[in-house]
C-alpha cells in the first residue's frame, strides 16, 4: 500500500492562540479607548484597562497581547471577527508563547521582536501596533522582554515568546 502525504508543511494556527503549556501567565482587563482590538494585538495599561499599544508607547509599557477567546454563540452574534469590543473583557497573554502576526521582516528563532510606532512610506505592510521582525530605526521599538520562536507560515503568523511579565 503507498504512503500517504497530507502535507508537509502545517500552518502556526491563529493570531492570539496560545502555543504552549504550562509556563504561561494570562490575566483579564476590561478594553478601554473606543475602537476594537483583534486577536493577538499588543497592548499597554490606559488607567484600569488596556488599549492598543499606540505611536506614544515605549517597550516599557508593554504589558502583553490580547489572546484569542472563544466566544459565546448565545453573547455574542458575530463569530466571523476575531476581535473584543471596547468595555468587554480581554484576556491578556502576559508570558509564554502565543501566535501573531508579523508584518514585516523574517522571524527567526530567538530573533528580536519589533513593534511599529511610526509610519514608513518604503514600508507599506508596517502597521503602527503591529509586530516585526526588523528593526527600522525611530520607527519601532524593540520589546526586550519577547523573542521570535520560530518562521512565519503562509499567513504571515508566526510564534512569540514572552519570557517574562512586564507591567504585570
Known amino acids: 500500500m503507498p504512503g500517504q502525504n497530507i502535507g508537509l508543511t502545517m500552518p502556526n494556527g491563529f493570531p492570539g492562540s496560545y502555543t504552549r ?3 504561561m501567565i494570562v490575566d483579564t482587563h476590561p478594553l478601554g479607548g473606543s475602537a ?18 499606540g505611536a506614544d508607547d515605549t517597550a516599557a509599557k508593554f504589558v502583553g497581547i490580547a489572546a484569542r477567546e472563544i466566544k459565546s454563540a448565545l453573547g455574542y452574534l458575530d463569530q466571523n471577527k476575531g ?3 471596547p468595555d468587554e473583557a480581554v484576556p491578556t497573554f502576559k508570558r509564554g508563547c502565543i501566535n501573531v502576526l508579523c508584518n514585516v521582516g523574517t522571524p527567526t528563532l530567538n530573533g528580536d521582536v519589533y513593534i511599529r510606532i511610526a509610519a514608513n512610506a518604503s514600508i507599506p ?3 503602527i ?6 528593526a ?21 503568523v508566526a510564534e512569540i515568546r514572552i519570557l517574562t511579565c512586564n507591567n504585570a
Request: aromatic share 12%; proline share 6%.
Open 125 to 127: 505592510t508596517g502597521v
Open 36 to 53: 476594537n482590538v483583534e486577536f493577538g494585538t499588543p497592548l499597554v495599561y490606559s488607567g484600569n484597562t488596556v488599549v492598543p499599544f
Open 136 to 156: 527600522d530605526g525611530t520607527n519601532t521599538v524593540k520589546l526586550t522582554n519577547c523573542k521570535w520562536h520560530g518562521a512565519a507560515d503562509a499567513n504571515r
Open 21 to 23: 503549556q504550562p509556563d
Open 129 to 134: 501596533g503591529g509586530f516585526e521582525a526588523a
Open 83 to 85: 476581535e473584543f469590543a
